[in-house]
């Protein structure tokens, strides 16, 4: 079945860099897109944009773009997210999100990872 | 974009059923035959209930649907379960290979 398997909770101080990774398996890694998506504390989910499994180029949402960084290792079906210049304001959960649709860019996501919490605290 | 907006809460027995509003606009719910719905119990991740508006992924009751009419979509869930109790969260397709969630609704199964 597939699976989305997250990296472990992280503290980080103000202004240091932090690397999310997914692996995914249970299904050919290249044939769906990876989102990512952050949900802060008791907020709803803030969609961040996705990276194209085959060609590898992301695709940022307007909010989320400078410190962030998609990419990925398909030798070992793991997508990475990489945010620096931590602010206390990215302290949420972040989430790897399988695209539904085995083609391009889908707007709805059929598989989650486990979440992410990054803590970014003095 | 603007979340989509959604009641902060709804309720009902079990067995009744409950309709959850997603409200948006012409650039996004309205625009787009694209609206998805997610189920969040605390502390686990999003789940997909429906997608395209209103197609239900295996494994998921018949007991959830969904439906759009111009800028607004809904969910409705009938024959609530004590299990149905959680966070709901509508998404849609915002163009330029992006989407927008809405802000949540808590279901609370009286």
């Known amino acids: 079945q597939v699976q989305l398997v997250q990296s472990g909770s992280e503290l980080k101080k103000p202004g240091a860099s932090v690397k999310v990774s997914c692996r995914a398996s249970g299904y050919t890694f290249t044939g769906h897109v990876m989102n990512w998506v952050r949900q802060a504390p008791g907020q709803g989910p803030e969609y961040m944009g996705w990276i194209n499994t085959n060609a590898g180029n992301p695709t940022y949402a307007q909010a989320f773009t400078g410190r962030f960084v998609f990419s990925l290792d398909t030798s070992v079906s793991t997508a990475y997210l990489q945010i620096s210049s931590l602010k206390a304001e990215d302290t949420a959960v972040y989430y790897c999100?399988?695209?539904?649709?085995?083609?391009?860019?889908?707007?709805?996501?059929?598989?989650w990872g486990q979440g992410t919490l990054v803590t970014v605290s003095s | 974009q603007s979340a989509l907006t959604q009641p902060r809460s709804v309720s009902g027995s079990p067995g009744q059923s409950v309709t959850i509003s997603c409200t948006g606009t012409s650039s996004d719910v309205g625009g787009y035959n694209y609206v998805s719905w997610y189920q969040q119990h605390p502390g686990k991740a999003p789940k997909l209930i429906i997608y395209d508006v209103g197609s239900r992924p295996s494994g998921v009751p018949d007991r959830f649907s969904g439906s759009k009419s111009g800028n607004s979509a809904s969910l409705m869930i009938s024959g609530l379960q004590a299990e149905d109790e959680a966070d709901y969260y509508c998404c849609s397709d915002a163009g330029g290979s992006t989407v927008v969630f809405g802000g949540g609704t808590k279901l609370t199964v009286l």
């Open positions: 999100a399988r695209g539904g649709w085995s083609g391009g860019f889908s707007s709805w996501f059929d598989s």
